[in-house]
């Protein structure tokens, strides 16, 4: 009973399910659109928000880890001492999007009823003096944080492992925790990709937040209904592309980034079945059974005309039809950036997909010159 | 105070109104706009200039002019010290390198199994690498054949220098499941 | 009117004071990149890049010249004309090959690919397999599974090697049609391999050569902040990471960036090249990748000192070599001594100090001559007696024991030698104690008489009386003298007070192993002498003169003729009488040393004048350490007085007082002891502007007492560089010699090589032989002068040589021999003395020493036997009688046809002397073993037709005929058989003393008709 | 009792005390709480008044407020470990033993490490408290893009800090992270587009002038590494984090304080 769930974890756990699960019901828990919202609404995922909610999660959260930590394989990986910070950052990343969700609900109702928002407030009469009531919450919580800190501190010792060995390297090689999410894209992209560009295009695209969302409501307390779509595209980023493949990477990928589930031994004897080909390989060798052309531009002339459309042609289309609304609210600027910051975003489920579904490596492969898309 | 007031008193306005602020004209005379714009940009280049030769100096100081690192490359001799269809033991030890030589040309292979990291003996009774540890064969070209293995071995890029040596050069790997055993430099040609 | 607008200033000035100020600030940082730019080295990269372009360019002319002229080449050329049409001609063909080739190929990649995928997925499910089976997953699905693709497999495999098979076929048509163009191609590039070489390092280097994008990058790769990518001209270094630059306490990994300016250090063909462009003057031995000391693992500055880190001439600290260079330095690189940095160059008279480091053990003399010179002139003049020297701990004492002088010399003879040694003896190696600068005075002379007085005293009062045999006859000084020429005394004495010439080498100090013979009639008496040499032993234990086993007439002879001459000049120097208060004097400032004034008088009341002298001189044997030469009674444990020396080469030069002398000399340690051996005492003088001294306020006992050795320039060169060489830095095994048991052997023979002088009469290895020279002029007078000049005669009569001796010898006889010498050669008058003194341990590190030299490792071996009716034996019996081998040897006590001249050892002797393998060796090219001898090479018939050689030879001979290696080895048998007394000295005496040596014979002694 | 309260006010009031803190005594006025933020240079980082939200930790999590002291405590612990800690690759590795065996309070790494991976989380839940409140509108755009660069000073910090035990753990972690700047476009070794800058034989992108190499000293993860991170982590990076902090801080109260519902 206890192997078999044990199992059924480990199966629900490949990447190819867990994510495909994931993106399934994201956009019904956090609903982008109206029509979302209506499946949200009539799926009763709204509820998620609830104390009672709240505590049944926590509650099964806790229950996971107490059961996990019956077994040896999940022990030795998440009580490894730099991973239990992940463990926190679960409980965390779970608590508070529950508790800003919670006050985003509460607050749209009270707006939906006409009433002030929580945070309202009848400016200047209700401000308070910060001496001493901030002061003073400040200094409880810096007390009570440090003493969590000496705990933390006394309780698990910072990790030391042998003395650094340039020429053996420890199987897997793992980047920190908090960059795992980047390491885990360099099963799809390459590394100009994964490590350069897509961290690259994050920072810029949290920076263009501000810019591009230029909805006024919302302002200084949370909310939902009128921020649907901001927040779900952030969540999305936030919670799947960033903390949950922190987490594959971190807990599910064992030697040779192989996927090993939160139950399964990290044999490092286990195979994979490399057989990935590149677009130019479906095209040239398996439909026209012709051999690959020896001139790079013609070899790989499609998966360009791919890219460049899919970059190029795809935004004015959406412009014209599905985003249309979007377009007309941000101008051709902001859409512009949007678009291009949300297609490069969109790349990573799709690679994903080509590769779990046609086990294509890549679409452009021009390893002469280290660029392979 | 008194020294604010002297500066007051010192302050006589100049003959022509001055523009109002830095990098904006005034509604001055043709001269004075023309005159005051070519001095200000002549300024702001040459201080763009000096700030971008500071900066160059800060990129330029992260390049030492020399390195401290062990040599990763060596010259192992000339073509013609190796007998062709042999595979050569004399840098295995110090390089970690085996030097095989073919009638077309000579490869240096990487003695660091793929699959755990031991290193494999030459059998050259059966003209084949074997590991001692978990026992993956690679044949003399360095594809792997038998045991665990999961890839061949890795070559080194071998150049000929200027005198005529052959130059091994380990910081760059070439690895046949990659495709980049065809580059130029990891076969040289004799 | 207000200022409306709050402003001081006009704007427009400050616009334009900001551009003024801006303008200079980038023209400065213009001056910063400038400054950051021009290093030092450049230039010299700059200017030896074109030496090398010029160079290349002058090779490649004369390899093409050199392949014009090659006929091969322009055939091979033509050839490849031919080749080339012939492909031309087969086009089509070739090109529907090709399309061949590419469809397949496309076919292969495609299938090949597939296969390559079932096998990844059949290594998956052996996993899964094998995962199955140990209890994790579905075994049926997983054999299932695995059986399907293991089919799958095969089949997709089998389908490629199909394929592949046709791409073979079709290349290898290909390859058939351009067969002849790529023989030619490739026989061309073998025959210009040099030349295309060339020519590819001058298209790298010389800009006139490259294409033009490489010019542009010529250019681009070394602009100023750019020129990290990938510069031409960059700082060279060599990082050794096992040998350190002390940095006090520590070490840190050496850095030597010397070739960045040197850069044909290590190239050869640059022999010529102005510094600093020259080629190492010995590349093989230094620098070059196959040498024993190669660049990258050794570098520079391990043996040259200085600062490896530096790249300017300065920085880097070079020394000059003398004062002219010096100057031309200071005026054509601005140069000074680089202060603050411990260990500047060596200047290169002094370079072979570094070998001295790793090398203690055992100086290869052949490359550090001026070393292995020092090293001898430390052993013989008794350095490491005062100063303690590492390595020297077991070497006796240099100078005679004094414990019988008393027998030997009288009490007149003794001060004036000690006051002033070389004006009896030139040469001698005992130094001057008085008459020096610091002593020199009136007053000093007055008081230095009565100490010299005092020393006397105490050694004549200690010494023990020696009890002498009676000479048998006056003797005949004239046979003396040529004995003394003769039987090997001058291998460590020399006799006729020569001038050792202008060069110092280490083979003309082995003849001063022992004194001078000159003058003895002034020193000594003649029965002392005849007691002595008849067995030293007898006088001194620790004597480390040997035992000629001369008889008494002999004995009697040399001494009537060393007695017979003498010094007049220095007999007739006076002797001043002793003065008690001066001895009064000198005794009060010794005892109040460690007595209160009162006491001191107490004290020298109580004392006579004799017991004042020897109380005086013993406190003096002390304070000038007489002990650490001499054995004298009451100092056997006194300590050495002086500073020790054994890391003196890294003493901090701030420790070694400059005194007066700071602008005098150069402020380096070479120079501080070059004066300071030159002139031991200078440094208590305050130099005046008339180059005469003044001394500094010091009592007499305080007064520097090193003694001056008198030694000329090339002697104090070689002992600074042995200075220099005493170091501290600890090298690390990886970059010793490796103590191998033959390094070890060589090492403990050498040593005592050295302590007995065996090469004052043997070569070994090409080096010693000291005595050749006096063989030479000693058989001018015997025979003549043209026998004098026969190089081969004067070896035969010299002792001999010991190249192969451990291949040569058997041990056990060797060992017997040495205890106990024989003779071997019978013309021979040198004799081996009997060294009474040498352990057995010592004779077993000698014959290890012998042995290992010559890579014969192990001490016992079975003995050859032989067969005495066999066809070998008796064809050797034929050759040695075709050969007339009893000429020369002696077969028992056969004595030899020929005259005594020609003489070889007793044949007799070869059974249990010599090792059979060598005799082999030495029958084949005695030549090439022993270069100059007068032993021909047997005649060995091999060549002849074998009818001649059964006719002439006899039957035995002719079947062995067609092997010279066995006919050789018959010999060799057949001499193994002789046998017969081997001692045959009386034979030998008798005959010398009727026929003598039978000079005259000039004809060829081999008798042509044999040959 | 009336003798101790005595000697507390006296002292309250005494000449010593008033001229260290304006003012004295305890607030107990208005006015005497606002001067009490007012006079001091620590505490005049706060505002005097504020909405009453953002006293309460529902709304703010206060994970701001926890990410500064947590720089705090980096940087106290920090200095501290420097004492003890050598950045050679000789002593690197058994200094950080040492702190374990015998330095006295060698927990101090423990409160360094785990405080800079508390920090990462509260850094990031600071971002995601204030995209939650919708806090980066208007007039606080740029004070968000602020944000966003001490987030990303932050992983820095944390990056090369992660270096500097030199074990197995730091420096493939580096290599893994470092190894995808050699693939930065144009600039990295092995990025795309870097074999086109050259000219003739002379390529200008290679391991020894890229990217990768100006970030680790070398071509190979080492000694020069090792001394870099350790300069970036000690000096560098807070320099430039703090400037960012004091902009990021002088900004919140500048673009009027914690956000409000309009």
Redesign the interface.
């Known amino acids: 009973m206890m192997e078999a769930f044990k199992h059924l974890i480990d199966t629900l756990s490949k990447p190819t399910i867990l994510v495909s699960f994931t993106f399934i019901i994201f956009f019904f828990v956090f609903p982008p659109t109206d029509w979302f919202d209506k499946w949200h609404r009539r799926l009763k995922f709204d509820g998620l928000w609830s104390v009672k909610s709240f505590w049944i999660i926590t509650a099964l959260l806790v229950g996971f880890f107490v059961f996990g930590l019956g077994d040896s394989d999940f022990r030795s990986i998440m009580l490894k001492p730099d991973n239990v910070p992940i463990a926190g950052l679960i409980f965390l990343v779970f608590f508070f999007t529950w508790l800003s969700m919670n006050q985003a609900y509460n607050n749209d109702k009270l707006v939906e009823a006409g009433q002030p928002v929580d945070e309202q407030y009848d400016a200047p009469n209700d401000k308070i003096l910060v001496w001493p009531d901030l002061v003073y919450i400040e200094l409880i919580t810096i007390i009570l944080f440090s003493a969590f800190m000496l705990v933390w501190s006394i309780g698990l010792p910072a990790p030391l492992e042998e003395p650094a060995n340039p020429s053996e390297s420890p199987n897997p090689a793992k980047a920190p925790w908090y960059f795992l999410g980047l390491q885990e894209m360099l099963v799809y992209f390459d590394p100009w990709m994964a490590g350069v560009v897509l961290p690259s295009l994050i920072i810029v695209g949290l920076m263009a937040i501000p810019y591009l969302d230029n909805v006024k409501e919302g302002s200084g307390y949370y909310s939902f209904k009128d921020r649907k779509l901001s927040i779900a595209i952030f969540m999305f980023g936030w919670l799947v592309l960033w903390n949950l493949l922190i987490v594959i990477g971190t807990v599910l990928r064992g030697p040779n980034w192989n996927f090993f589930g939160p139950f399964e031994y990290w044999d490092s004897h286990k195979i994979e079945a490399l057989t990935n080909i590149n677009l130019s390989e479906f095209i040239y060798v398996k439909w026209m059974s012709s051999g690959l052309p020896g001139n790079i531009l013609i070899r790989e002339i499609w998966g360009m005309v791919l890219v460049l459309g899919y970059f190029m042609i795809l935004p004015p289309l959406l412009a014209k039809t599905w985003l249309k609304n979007l377009f007309d609210r941000l101008g051709v600027a902001r859409y512009s950036l949007f678009i291009v910051l949300i297609l490069a975003a969109l790349t990573l489920p799709i690679k994903m997909y080509l590769r779990w579904m046609f086990n294509l490596k890549y679409i452009i492969s021009i390893p002469e010159y280290f660029f392979n898309f | 105070m008194p020294e604010a007031n002297k500066?007051k008193s010192?302050?006589v306005?100049?003959a022509s109104p001055?523009?109002?602020a830095?990098g904006k004209t005034n509604a001055g005379s043709e001269v004075?706009r023309r005159?005051?714009f070519s001095?200000?940009s002549?300024?702001?280049?040459?201080?763009v200039?000096?700030t971008g030769?500071?900066f160059?100096?800060m990129?330029?100081f992260?390049?030492?002019?020399?390195?401290?690192?062990p040599?990763?490359t060596f010259?192992a001799g000339y073509p013609e010290d190796y007998q062709v269809g042999e595979v050569d033991l004399r840098w295995k030890g110090k390089y970690g390198t085996w030097v095989v030589r073919e009638s077309e040309g000579i490869y240096a292979l990487s003695t660091v199994c793929t699959h755990?990291?031991c290193t494999p003996n030459w059998l050259s009774a059966e003209q084949k690498f074997k590991c001692p540890c978990h026992g993956s064969g690679f044949r003399k070209t360095g594809i792997n054949f038998e045991g665990?293995a999961?890839r061949p071995l890795e070559r080194f890029r071998i150049v000929l220098a200027?005198?005529?040596q052959i130059i091994v050069d380990k910081?760059k790997k070439f690895q046949q499941?990659?495709?980049?055993w065809v580059d130029p430099e990891a076969f040289l040609k004799v | 009117m207000t200022n409306q607008q709050e402003r001081y200033y006009n704007i427009l000035k400050l616009n334009k004071w900001f551009a003024i100020s801006s303008l200079l600030f980038a023209f400065i940082w213009l001056l910063t990149f400038a400054n950051d730019f021009n290093r030092p080295w450049k230039k010299y990269q700059i200017e030896f890049r074109e030496l090398e372009i010029e160079k290349t360019r002058a090779d490649i002319k004369v390899a093409s010249e050199s392949l014009e002229s090659n006929e091969d080449y322009s055939a091979l050329k033509s050839k490849l004309e031919v080749a080339k049409n012939e492909v031309e001609s087969n086009q089509e063909e070739i090109d529907s090959f090709q399309e061949k080739v590419q469809v397949l190929e496309a076919e292969l990649y495609a299938i090949n690919q597939n296969y390559q995928f079932a096998k990844a997925d059949l290594d998956v499910a052996k996993y899964n397999f094998e995962q199955a089976q140990h209890g994790h997953g579905d075994l049926e699905s997983a054999t299932k599974t695995l059986n399907n693709l293991m089919v799958l497999t095969g089949a997709r495999k089998l389908k490629a090697e199909i394929i592949k098979g046709k791409v073979e076929e079709a290349n290898n048509g290909l390859k058939t049609l351009r067969q002849s163009l790529k023989e030619a191609n490739d026989a061309i590039s073998a025959i210009a391999r040099d030349k295309n070489l060339l020519d590819r390092k001058l298209v790298k280097i010389d800009p006139e050569e490259m294409t033009f994008s490489n010019k542009i990058a010529n250019v681009v790769r070394d602009i100023p902040v750019l020129d990290f990518i990938d510069p031409y001209y960059e700082v060279k270094q060599v990082v050794i990471k096992d040998i350190e630059d002390d940095m006090v306490f520590m070490g840190v990994p050496k850095v030597d960036r010397c070739m960045t300016c040197h850069m044909g250090i290590d190239k050869k063909g640059f022999e010529d090249a102005p510094q600093p462009y020259t080629t190492h003057p010995n590349i093989d031995l230094y620098l070059g990748a196959s040498s024993p000391h190669p660049m990258n693992e050794y570098g520079c500055t391990g043996c040259h000192a200085g600062r490896g880190r530096g790249t300017d001439f300065i920085s880097s600290a070079h020394s000059p070599d003398n004062d002219e260079m010096a100057n031309r330095w200071e005026k054509e690189l601005g140069w000074h001594p680089l202060h603050h940095w411990e260990t500047p160059m060596l200047p290169m008279k002094y370079v072979e100090a570094s070998c001295l480091k790793c090398h203690s053990g055992s100086i290869p003399s052949k490359a550090a001559p001026k070393l292995d010179l020092g090293m001898t002139i430390v052993e013989k003049g008794g350095c490491f007696g005062c100063h303690q020297i590492d390595g020297f701990e077991n070497v006796p004492r240099p100078g005679p024991g004094l414990r019988k002088i008393k027998s030997k010399i009288n009490k007149d003879f003794a001060y004036k030698w000690i006051y002033e040694p070389r004006s009896f003896r030139e040469n001698s190696w005992m130094p001057h104690f008085f008459k020096q600068i610091n002593n020199d005075d009136p007053i000093s002379v007055k008081r230095t008489d009565q100490e010299v007085h005092a020393i006397v005293s105490y050694l004549f009062d200690k010494s023990k009386s020696f009890k002498m045999d009676r000479l048998p006859n006056q003797g005949d000084a004239d046979n003396g003298r040529l004995l003394i020429n003769s039987i090997g005394c001058l291998g460590c004495h020399n006799i006729e007070g020569d001038e050792r010439g202008a060069s110092l080498s280490v083979n003309v100090l082995r003849r001063e192993h022992g004194p001078e013979l000159i003058k003895l009639g002034s020193k000594t008496t003649q029965r002392w002498i005849y007691n002595w040499i008849r067995d030293p032993q007898k006088y001194s234990s620790e004597t480390k003169m040997p035992n000629m086993r001369l008889s008494k007439q002999e004995a009697a002879d040399i001494s009537a003729y060393l007695i017979s001459q003498n010094d007049v000049e220095f007999e007739q120097n006076t002797v001043p009488t002793v003065d008690e208060n001066e001895l009064n004097m000198i005794a009060s400032d010794l005892l109040s040393s460690t007595l209160r004034q009162d006491e001191v008088e107490a004290r020298l009341n109580g004392m006579g004048l004799d017991e004042k002298l020897d109380y005086v001189g013993g406190k003096l044997i002390r304070q000038y350490g007489c002990f650490s030469c001499h054995n004298i009674d009451g100092f056997e444990d006194a300590k050495p007085i002086g500073t020790p020396l054994s890391t003196e080469g890294s003493k901090l030069i701030a420790k070694l007082d400059f005194g007066y002398f700071h602008d005098e000399i150069p402020h380096t340690k070479w120079d501080w002891f070059n004066l300071k051996i030159d002139n031991p005492r200078i440094f208590d003088m305050i130099p005046q502007e008339d180059d005469s001294y003044k001394i500094k306020i010091k009592s007499p006992l305080d007064k520097l007492r090193m003694p001056h050795f008198g030694m000329n320039n090339q002697e104090r060169e070689a002992t600074v560089t042995v200075m220099m060489g005493l170091v501290k830095d600890e090298i690390p095994p990886s970059k010793l010699p490796s103590k191998t048991e033959r390094y070890l052997a060589i090492e403990t023979g050498e040593i005592l090589i050295m302590q007995y002088n065996c090469k004052g009469c043997h070569s070994i290895d090409g080096d010693g032989d000291a005595i050749q020279p006096t063989i030479a002029s000693w058989l001018s007078e015997i025979a003549d002068k043209t026998t004098a000049e026969d190089k081969s005669l004067v070896l035969s009569f010299s002792p001999p040589m010991l190249d192969t001796e451990g291949r040569k010898i058997q041990p056990n006889w060797l060992f017997k021999f040495f205890n106990n010498p024989t003779m071997i050669r019978p013309n021979l008058q040198v004799r081996m003395p009997s060294f009474e003194m040498i352990s057995d341990k010592e004779w077993n590190s000698l014959i290890k020493y012998f042995q290992l030299k010559d890579g014969q490792t192990i001490p016992y071996e079975t003995p050859h036997t032989i067969v005495k009716n066999s066809t070998k034996y008796k064809a050797g019996e034929v050759i040695q009688e075709m050969g007339a081998c009893d000429n020369c040897h002696f077969y028992g006590n056969q004595k030899p046809k020929q005259a005594a001249l020609t003489w070889g050892p007793n044949l007799a002797l070869v059974k249990e002397r010599l090792r059979s393998e060598w005799l082999i060796e030495w029958y084949r090219d005695p030549q090439a073993i022993m270069p100059g001898t007068k032993m021909p090479a047997p005649y060995i018939p091999w060549e002849e037709p074998i009818d001649d050689v059964k006719e002439s030879w006899g039957k035995n001979v002719a079947k062995l005929h067609s092997n010279p290696e066995k006919l050789i080895e018959a010999l060799r048998d057949y001499t193994w058989g002789i046998s017969g007394p081997t001692d045959v000295s009386r034979i030998v005496k008798a005959h010398l003393a009727s026929e003598g040596y039978g000079f005259v014979i000039e004809e060829d002694d081999w008798g042509d008709e044999d040959w | 009792m009336s003798e101790k309260k005595g000697l507390l006010k006296r002292l309250a009031e005494g000449q010593v005390w008033t001229s260290i803190f304006r003012g004295g005594g305890v607030p107990k006025s208005r006015r005497q709480r606002m001067m009490v933020i007012l006079n001091s240079v620590f505490l005049h980082l706060h505002p005097v008044r504020l909405p009453k939200h953002a006293v309460k930790l529902k709304f703010t999590w206060c994970m701001g407020g926890l990410s500064f002291f947590l720089f705090l405590i980096l940087t106290i612990s920090g200095i501290l470990l420097m004492f003890y800690y050598r950045p050679t690759i000789e002593y690197a590795y058994v200094d950080i033993i040492d702190l374990a065996e015998q330095v006295p309070f060698g927990i101090m790494r423990e409160i360094h490490r785990w405080g800079a991976h508390a920090m990462v989380i509260t850094v990031w839940l600071h971002m995601f408290r204030v995209f939650m409140t919708g806090s980066y509108k208007p007039p606080r755009e740029f004070n968000w893009a602020v944000g966003v660069i001490l987030l990303l000073l932050t992983l820095l910090l944390s990056f090369t800090g992660y270096l500097l035990p030199w074990d197995q753990l730091a420096i493939w972690a580096i290599t893994v992270g470092s190894n995808m700047a050699r693939a930065t476009p144009f600039l990295g070794s092995e990025g795309p587009g870097a074999a086109l800058l050259a000219i003739g034989d002379i390529n200008f992108v290679t391991m020894a002038s890229d990217v990768r190499f100006a970030l680790i000293g070398g071509r190979f993860l080492g000694e020069a590494t090792l001394l870099r991170f350790y300069v970036l982590h000690c000096i560098g990076l807070p320099f430039i984090i703090m400037i960012f902090m004091a902009v990021h801080f002088w900004r919140i109260r500048k673009d009027g304080g914690i956000s409000t519902p309009m």
């Not at chain 2, 002549?42 to 201080?47: N, P, V």
């Not at chain 2, 499941?177 to 980049?180: D, I, L, V």
């Open positions: 500066k010192v302050a306005p100049p001055p523009p109002a830095l004075t005159s005051f001095w200000l002549i300024g702001w280049i040459a201080f200039a000096a030769g500071f160059t100096m990129l330029r992260f390049y030492p002019n020399v390195l401290f690192e040599v990763q010259r755990l990291g665990p999961p200027d005198d005529g910081t499941e990659k495709g980049q």
